[in-house]
């Protein structure tokens, strides 16, 4: 059996493709012109993953700050 991270709140983590379908939805939400939304949400799944998933928050990570050049304010 395999086990699955959790955080020290006991959460698991969510599955490997469950991350890709996030972060794929959230660089649409970006291209569709609501960079600032897609930003926020990347930071809180960087946040909320950071104990349970390293590595998933590090991807979050990666694309708030892929994002953040196409802020506008």
Do not use: Q
Not at 5 to 32: H, M
């Amino acid at each position: 059996m395999t086990s699955v991270p959790e955080d020290a709140a006991g959460r698991s983590a969510p599955p490997a493709r469950v991350i890709d379908i996030l972060l794929t939805s959230l660089s649409a939400l970006a291209a569709a012109g609501e960079a600032d939304h897609a930003c926020r949400l990347a930071g809180e799944a960087c946040v909320a993953l950071r104990h349970a998933d390293p590595a998933a928050s590090r991807r979050f990570d990666v694309l708030l700050h892929r994002l953040t050049r196409k802020l506008t304010w």
